[in-house]
Nanobody, 115 residues
Framework: QVQLVESGGGLVQAGGSLRLSCAAS????????MLWYRQAPGKQRELVAE???????NYRESVKGRFTISRDNAKNTVYLQMNSLKSEDTAIYYC?????????WGQGTQVTVSS
C-alpha cells in the first residue's frame, strides 16, 4: 500500500503563489503516476496535473503556464507549484498515487485565493 501526506495549502491573495507537497511512503515502487486533483464547493473533483514515473507531465488547460508539477525522488515527494493564483483556483487539493491496481488519495489540503 501507498500512504500520502499533503501539506502547503493556505490563504493567498489573487496573483500570489503557493507550493503544495505530497510525501509518499510504503510501496512507492508500484506507483505509475502521481496526480493532483482539486474539488471546489459544489463541483466535481477535477484533475489538475499529473507526472508519470517516466517524468512526463500533463496539465489541465486552465492551469497551464501557471502551475508546475515536479518530484524529488530522493524525498519521495511530489510538488505542485502554483503561481498567478486566481479566485477560481480555490478548492481542496488532493494528491493521488496511481498504480496498476488502485489509486490512493491523500487527505486533501485547502487552498483559498482571495480576490
Amino acid at each position: 500500500q501507498v500512504q500520502l501526506v499533503e501539506s502547503g495549502g493556505g490563504l493567498v491573495q489573487a496573483g500570489g503563489s503557493l507550493r503544495l507537497s505530497c510525501a509518499a511512503s510504503g510501496r512507492i515502487f508500484s506507483i505509475n503516476a502521481m496526480l493532483w486533483y482539486r474539488q471546489a464547493p459544489g463541483k466535481q473533483r477535477e484533475l489538475v496535473a499529473e507526472i508519470t514515473s517516466g517524468g512526463s507531465t500533463n496539465y489541465r488547460e486552465s492551469v497551464k503556464g501557471r502551475f508546475t508539477i515536479s518530484r524529488d525522488n530522493a524525498k519521495n515527494t511530489v510538488y505542485l507549484q502554483m503561481n498567478s493564483l486566481k479566485s477560481e483556483d480555490t478548492a481542496i487539493y488532493y494528491c493521488a498515487a496511481a498504480t496498476i491496481a488502485t489509486t490512493t488519495w491523500g487527505q486533501g489540503t485547502q487552498v483559498t485565493v482571495s480576490s
